[in-house]
């Protein structure tokens, strides 16, 4: 079965620190990896997109690694802000072009100042 | 664009009521989803169309949930009849054509079935 698993469930640290999400996902045939963030109340905003061609991609402090060969993905944030508190979801894109899309169950993330 | 518009925002309904969600894509997108977020489950995609036509429907729960795509600017799903069990966030998500296009999602509708 397709699925992707994330760690932690959760994380606190204190602003201005840094801080890696991890994913591990087991999806074939794979096309790519996304990270998407969600606000309370908000729907699920792109941070990134790789195909398995690529190892990094950054936007801003955000910064996604893929590693195709172990099937594991991970999220650094830099300098964390109060506005990085928000739930982090890991998604795997299905090939074949079928267009579908894998969700993790998220890794919820505090930033306390 | 004023991306994926979703109606209405909140719902509150009795069991056993029909309930009616709307979804209207980012034009030009021809992928549609429709999700549902639980505390438990997290994001579990229901359905999803390419070009109006509905392309995988495994996600249904069960046959009181159903979705519509009468044309390439609008979409429903409808839950007939509601239980509580069906409490959630509803999400509607769209995308171009394409391997590595990005879904938009949007906001959701918060459905309480009492």
């Known amino acids: 079965k397709n699925q992707v698993e994330q760690s932690p469930q959760s994380l606190i640290i204190l602003e201005g620190k840094n801080c890696t999400l991890q994913?591990?996902?087991?999806?074939?045939?794979?096309?790519?990896l996304r990270w998407y963030k969600q606000d309370t109340g908000r729907g699920p905003v792109s941070l990134t997109i790789m195909t398995f061609s690529e190892n990094t991609k950054s936007n801003g402090r955000y910064t996604a690694t893929l590693d195709a060969d172990t099937k594991q993905s991970s999220l650094h944030i830099t300098a964390s802000q109060l506005s990085d508190s928000a739930s982090y979801i890991c998604v795997s894109g299905e090939g074949g072009n079928t267009g579908k899309l894998i969700f993790g169950q998220g890794t919820t993330l505090q930033v306390k100042p | 664009d004023a991306g994926v518009i979703q109606s209405p925002r909140h719902e509150v309904t009795e069991m056993g009521q029909e309930v009616t969600l709307r979804c209207k894509p980012i034009s030009g997108h021809d992928y549609l989803f429709w999700y549902r977020q639980t505390m438990m489950r997290g994001l579990e995609l229901l359905i999803y169309?390419?070009?109006?036509?509905?392309?995988?429907d495994s996600g249904m729960p069960e046959d009181r949930f159903s979705a519509k795509m009468p044309n390439a600017s609008f979409s429903t799903l409808k839950i007939q009849p509601s239980e509580p069990r069906d409490s959630a966030v509803y999400f509607c998500?769209?995308?171009?054509?394409?391997?590595?296009?990005?879904?938009?999602f949007g906001q959701g509708t918060r459905l309480t079935v009492v």
């Open positions: 994913c591990n996902y087991t999806v074939s045939p794979f096309s790519n």
């Open positions: 998500a769209s995308r171009r054509q394409g391997a590595v296009t990005e879904a938009f």
């Open positions: 169309f390419n070009n109006n036509v509905p392309i995988d």
